[in-house]
């Protein structure tokens, strides 16, 4: 499984960006896609995710409202919709896939994409 992120740049507070995470292909029935992200000197966050299935969708508390994950099924493609960007959103954004397999959890990560907000 490889993914490949997309989209990251430099934008001024109050602006949008919408970053993508191609997935290659992938079998699994149920499985969750995430975007984290990590800004220097603190720890990697969970963000977003979705569930396949049902599209099941969840967002850190700083970011509800502002953020919208979403999925493309014919493109293997995660979005991150970010609106209202803030100088604290500034980060690498990374995507994550994981599954579970049996009694084994597997995941998997994208080599990330850096976005800055600032004025």
């Known amino acids: 499984v490889q993914l490949v992120e997309s989209g990251g740049g430099s934008v001024q507070p109050g602006g949008s960006l919408r970053l993508s995470c191609a997935v290659s292909?992938?079998?699994?029935?149920?499985?969750?896609t995430s975007w984290y992200r990590q800004a220097p000197g603190k720890e990697r966050e969970l963000v977003a995710s979705?569930?396949?299935?049902?599209?099941?969708?969840n967002y850190a508390d700083s970011v509800k409202g502002r953020f919208t994950i979403s999925r493309d099924i014919a493109k293997n493609t995660v979005y991150l919709q970010m609106n209202s960007l803030k100088p604290e959103d500034t980060a690498k954004y990374y995507c994550?896939?994981?599954?579970?397999?049996?009694?084994?959890?597997?995941?998997?990560w994208g080599q990330g994409t850096q976005v800055t907000v600032s004025s």
């Open positions: 979705i569930i396949s299935g049902g599209d099941t969708t």
């Open positions: 292909t992938f079998t699994f029935s149920t499985y969750a």
């Open positions: 994550n896939l994981n599954y579970w397999h049996g009694l084994q959890f597997r995941q998997y």
